[in-house]
């Protein structure tokens, strides 16, 4: 630790920091958490793939790493920038350092510079590629290793974090089957499924619906992920014979956009995102407030939905910025929503959307 380590966005913007991790030069699409906690959790979460995060709390490392807190099998952020970085840490259950986490799995960090510099300018600008590096310090080399690195807009990752091969879990003599199609599930989300009896089988993405229906599934649950929606033509028209078949259906924050595609309402880049713990969202149909998790940075036309509200119906809004949470299908026992209902920041705000879903399977 301690080293030099530069930031470099592809607006030209520069910083300079200490590094830790792994000594490297990673790459992606800039954007910031504003989660004071659950660090760990949002490192590991597919749906961040091909992401360089910015934590906008100002100490990370306090409470060290507990591989029983990873939302899946690997680090999935391609680097980190961080105010101050600690390798000391006073949670008895952890199992390593923070730096010892991140350097084992070849993770670059950068600490020890102004987050709060870095938060605006992406509030401001946008979101934007941007590129991490201990080992590259000359600026025409920066910007050749930037250069190289695609959009996020029109990239379909899903595919390169969904497991190789289909897997169950849960009791097999459950009379709930649902099968998850797996665009970078968080394993809290199965977690919730298999707590409230179900036996679940989880597919990757790209699966065909003709292998899906094979295992007679009583639902379908449509997870979260990384890329852009729009890129995904093959996972929008399984959701489309799905729907067909009149089965229950619920899907989480990139399944949220998918089930709008499949109903013809398109999806678009957001300016920045959203990405934290501490979003309020309303439930119109209680009028109650809900604290929810959330990561994306693609939403669901308001205007398209708007033009749909013979066969779509809005069940849920941001409370910052009005944006579109929920959705659900009318005359169809299909629902989505853009947060993340198997987290805890309400804690459990949100978790009656589970046994919604699990109870429309029960009496479809």
């Known amino acids: 630790m301690k080293g030099k380590a530069v930031i470099y966005l592809e607006d030209g913007t520069y910083f300079e920091g200490k590094h830790a991790g792994a000594v490297g030069t990673a790459t992606g699409e800039i954007c910031f958490n504003t989660g004071m906690t659950g660090y760990q959790e949002v490192f590991t979460d597919p749906s961040y793939f091909g992401q360089i995060m910015v934590t906008t709390n100002a100490h990370i490392g306090n409470y060290g790493a507990a591989l029983a807190d990873e939302e ?43 987050t709060r510099s870095i938060v605006r300018h992406i509030r ?55 099968a998850v199609m797996d665009f970078g599930t968080k ?15 989880v597919f990757p993405a790209e699966t065909s619906f003709e292998e899906v229906q094979a295992m007679n599934p009583d639902g379908y649950f449509l997870s979260n992920g990384p890329g852009d929606p729009s890129a995904m033509g093959y996972a929008v028209e ?55 998790s959330q990561n994306h940075g693609f939403g669901i036309s308001e205007e ?34 853009q947060f993340h209902p198997e987290s805890s920041p309400g804690p459990h705000d949100s978790r009656y959307l589970f046994d919604k879903f699990i109870e429309q399977i029960r009496a479809n």
């Open 304 to 337: 398209e939905l708007l033009q749909s509200t013979d066969h779509v119906s809005i069940t849920h809004r941001n409370l910052n910025d009005n944006t579109v949470e929920g959705i659900e299908i009318i005359g169809k026992p299909a629902f989505s929503v």
């Open 187 to 201: 394993r809290n989300i199965l977690n919730c499924m298999i707590e409230r009896g179900a036996f679940v089988k």
């Open 238 to 292: 399984n959701v489309k014979l799905m729907l067909a078949t009149g089965k229950p259906i619920f899907g989480i924050c990139l399944g949220h956009q998918l089930l709008a595609l499949a109903n013809d309402i398109a999806t678009y880049k957001m300016h920045h995102g959203h990405r934290g713990i501490n979003h309020p969202v309303i439930n119109l149909s209680t009028g109650k407030c809900e604290i929810t």
């Open 124 to 178: 401001n600008k946008g979101a934007m590629n941007c590129l991490v590096s201990s080992e590259i310090f000359d600026m025409n080399k920066l910007k050749e290793e930037l250069a190289k690195v695609p959009l996020m807009a029109g990239l379909e990752l899903a595919s390169k974090v969904s497991t190789s091969k289909s897997y169950e879990i849960g009791d097999a003599n459950s009379d709930v089957r649902i």
């Open 72 to 114: 899946s099998d690997s680090i999935q952020i391609s680097g980190l920038i961080s105010k101050n970085f600690t390798d000391s840490f006073s949670r008895k259950m952890a199992d390593s350092n923070l730096n010892q986490y991140f350097e084992e799995r070849g993770i670059v960090v950068v600490y020890d510079v102004d």
